[in-house]
């Protein structure tokens, strides 16, 4: 599709344009007023933070996402309550964690009467607008405009689904998302009123299919692996070790582009076995067995993964581009963030899951001009269930944050100022089995130095000694000198569980497929 000419527009006019409210802050002038931004989420699939190079990635270049941080703040400690999908996009819209918003594992159908932030700032006077993925199993609510991917959606000719039916577009779906959504931004919306717009990938997830401009990326080089390609878990939970998940058993010939996608158009089919058939062919000329295989799937994957990272960050550079030649970029907040970390060969693994840190972290990026000092990093613990709260304080509507959300504005944080009571510790809870990767339930707390992990199925138990240990390879929960830290976080533990309300945690949830019901251990 074809995108139509970008009319100009005065910057004066659009600045008024957007002006709803003012709001007063320490970062301007005593008295000075700051006009109703408005807020433009990036969001991802599965893009972990270590593959972005504002993040200090020694695989990868991420420009634009970079020109992001460096215009703006970097959070390194942004976590995720549930580390799959939906869930995480239940957590974002609603401000709270799965056993209140209903959503525990892929496969449920979100509740969309509840209170989400899209729809409170709707209700105040924001015009709403959600292009991309959504995959929540129901219709999107709370927005004024949406265009979505039916399910997972492909990353070619996708169909697309809208107020108005649906449509099949041809070409690349990181490009067609953003089509659409640079078209809503210059012909579609109401300029007279501020705009919260929901910009969302479905790349780079699983089944990493490049887009025609990047199918020979990365031919020419050997990424490197990490350190833990060939982790054998010896030292963690029996968990770790019965997952489905591995770079060197788990891959599918479609995952590894031995099998060509089936819905590619007749030129499309050309350009791919163009640029996989030869490399096809070098492979099974080899035949490698072991590590060698391991060793060549994990290229084959990476590379994949990297090469539908790079056309995110080249359509996330012509929105940003967008934005300054129409002046909307002085006025609007942009975040990028991802549902949740990913990993990249790190213990010999892909998917997500986990309470480790790889799959825990997302990446987390705000740039908010004349507001945000460029360049900062702040290093606190903030989650998805921030999100709605923060949003709506930015929007200036910190009184019509409900109390049913869970988490804390941010705000503070992207002025550089952090509450004394901010947060010292972080509640996970995973639900998703029996489900794909066979990851065992689990839940846990994670401080500044610890994490302590409870597979509550299983009767294990992991603690982890972050400074000393941040691969989190050595299980110290049955060592006699961490006996202390072990009764403390357990404590502390106890706590957030009971203030975030969480029912017991070993007893059955509604849809999960398992009825058993052990004591708890």
């Not at 400690?77 to 594992?105: E, W």
């Not at 129901?138 to 108005?164: A, H, I």
């Not at 401009?213 to 990424?223: G, Q, R």
Request: hydrophobic share 30%.
């Amino acid at each position: 599709m074809e995108l139509p000419p970008v009319a100009p527009r005065m910057a004066s006019r659009l600045l008024l344009a957007c002006m709803m409210a003012v709001t007063t802050t320490a970062s301007v002038q005593a008295g000075a007023k700051v006009k109703q931004p408005n807020i433009i989420f990036i969001f991802t699939d599965d893009h972990a933070s270590h593959a972005i190079s504002a993040y200090g990635s020694r695989i990868n270049k991420t420009p634009n996402i970079d020109r992001l941080a460096q215009e703006g703040m970097l959070f390194r400690h942004c976590l995720v309550t549930n580390a799959i999908c939906g869930p995480s996009r239940a957590c974002i819209l609603t401000g709270k964690y799965s056993h209140k918003n209903g959503f525990y594992r892929n496969g449920n159908r979100f509740d969309g009467s509840q209170v989400t932030f899209p729809k409170i700032l709707q209700n105040h006077g924001y015009q709403t607008a959600l292009v991309g993925k959504w995959h929540l199993g129901t219709r999107p609510t709370g927005f004024d405009y949406w265009e979505v991917l039916k399910g997972q959606g492909p990353y070619y000719n996708p169909e697309m689904l809208s107020q108005n039916g649906s449509h099949r577009y041809t070409g690349y779906t990181t490009d067609i998302i953003t089509d659409l959504t640079i078209q809503w931004l210059d012909q579609k919306r109401d300029r007279d009123r501020p705009f919260l717009l929901m910009y969302q990938h479905k790349a780079p997830h699983r089944n990493w299919q490049p887009g025609p401009k990047h199918l020979n990326l990365f031919d020419d080089v050997t990424i490197p692996e990490p350190d833990t390609l060939f982790d054998n878990h010896a030292k963690r939970a029996s968990p770790s070790r019965n997952q489905k998940m591995t770079i060197a058993r788990h891959l599918s010939d479609f995952d590894l582009k031995l099998t060509a996608p089936r819905n590619l158009t007749p030129q499309q089919r050309q350009r791919w076995d163009a640029a996989y058939g030869p490399k096809n062919e070098a492979f099974r000329r080899q035949k490698l067995t072991g590590k060698a295989l391991t060793r060549w799937q994990y290229q084959r994957y990476i590379k994949d993964y990297l090469r539908c990272v790079a056309s995110v960050d080249d359509n996330i550079g012509r929105l940003l581009e967008f934005l300054t030649q129409t002046g909307l970029q002085d006025n609007t907040v942009v975040v990028y963030s991802s549902d949740q970390g990913w990993y990249l060969g790190d213990h010999g693994w892909y998917d997500k899951r986990w309470m480790y840190e790889e799959s825990l972290t997302m990446p987390l990026i705000v740039r908010w001009p004349h507001i945000v000092q460029p360049g900062s990093v702040n290093s606190d613990m903030v989650s998805n269930v921030d999100f709605a709260e923060t949003f709506l304080d930015i929007a200036g509507l910190k009184q019509a944050i409900p109390d049913s959300m869970q988490g804390n504005s941010f705000k503070p944080l992207l002025l550089g100022n952090t509450p004394k009571d901010w947060r010292d510790s972080f509640y996970y809870h995973y639900y998703e089995f029996p489900g794909p990767h066979q990851v065992a339930k689990h839940y846990g707390i994670r401080t500044s130095n610890y994490k302590l992990i409870n597979y509550y199925r299983v009767g294990e138990w992991e603690l982890f000694d972050l400074k000393n240990d941040p691969d989190e390879q050595i299980n110290l929960y049955s060592q006699t000198q961490y006996a202390s830290v072990v009764k403390d976080l357990k404590k502390k533990l106890d706590s957030l569980q009971q203030n975030l309300d969480e029912p017991h945690p070993e007893k059955p949830v509604p849809g999960d497929p398992e009825t058993k019901n052990p004591s708890r251990k």
